[in-house]
């Protein structure tokens, strides 16, 4: 079998099956991944397929009612890029919405080598707890231009 994404269709089903279960689940996406792959987020750099396999499976050790949904999706060359919304609760906080984007970037052979997640951790999971989400958005306005903390 040949592990190469080709198109967005394919990369969208492959994406979803990660989450049609009660805990995610990568191994149907895994072999698509470089052996080199460089993961970005807000908060890790990840080097080697090995260390991105141990971090998928802390993510889903640590995390409960992991759901993601595909907002919007396009291909362009050897890039993927996709907007998503990710429902998550950590410990005991209630369920938190995440949204983010996220930027595949495939080598020669169709395997992902690159990827890049651009989301807002902490403001995203502040804003589902009663009480604080409200002194956090003040603060950030207060920090920042009122005109880009609607």
Same mark, same amino acid.
């Given at each position: 079998?040949?592990? *190469? &994404? $080709?198109?967005v269709?394919?990369?969208?089903k492959? /994406?979803?099956?990660? @989450?049609? +279960?009660? =805990?995610p #689940? /990568?191994s149907g996406?895994?072999? @698509?991944y470089?052996?080199?792959?460089?993961f970005?987020?807000s908060?890790? $750099?990840?080097?080697?397929?090995? $260390?991105?396999?141990?971090?998928?499976?802390?993510?889903?050790? *640590?995390?409960q009612?992991?759901k993601m949904?595909?907002?919007?999706?396009?291909?362009q060359g050897r &890039?993927?890029y996709f907007?998503?919304?990710?429902?998550?609760?950590? =410990?005991?906080l !209630?369920? +938190?919405k995440? @949204? %983010?984007a996220s *930027?595949?970037?495939?080598? #020669? $052979? %169709?395997?992902?080598?690159?990827? *890049?997640?651009? @989301?807002?951790l /902490?403001g995203?999971?502040?804003?589902s &707890? !009663?009480g604080?989400?409200?002194g956090?958005?003040?603060f950030?306005? =207060?920090?920042?231009?009122k005109?880009?903390?609607?």
């Amino acid at each position: 079998m040949s592990y *190469r &994404i $080709e198109n967005v269709e394919q990369f969208t089903k492959l /994406w979803i099956e990660i @989450y049609n +279960s009660q =805990k995610p #689940d /990568w191994s149907g996406i895994i072999p @698509y991944y470089d052996e080199k792959i460089y993961f970005h987020d807000s908060i890790q $750099e990840i080097h080697g397929k090995k $260390e991105f396999i141990e971090m998928t499976q802390r993510l889903v050790k *640590r995390s409960q009612n992991m759901k993601m949904k595909i907002m919007n999706v396009s291909m362009q060359g050897r &890039i993927i890029y996709f907007e998503w919304e990710m429902t998550l609760s950590f =410990k005991n906080l !209630p369920n +938190s919405k995440m @949204y %983010g984007a996220s *930027r595949l970037t495939l080598n #020669d $052979e %169709g395997m992902i080598i690159k990827q *890049r997640d651009y @989301y807002d951790l /902490w403001g995203d999971i502040i804003d589902s &707890i !009663p009480g604080i989400s409200k002194g956090y958005r003040i603060f950030m306005q =207060k920090l920042f231009d009122k005109s880009i903390c609607k």
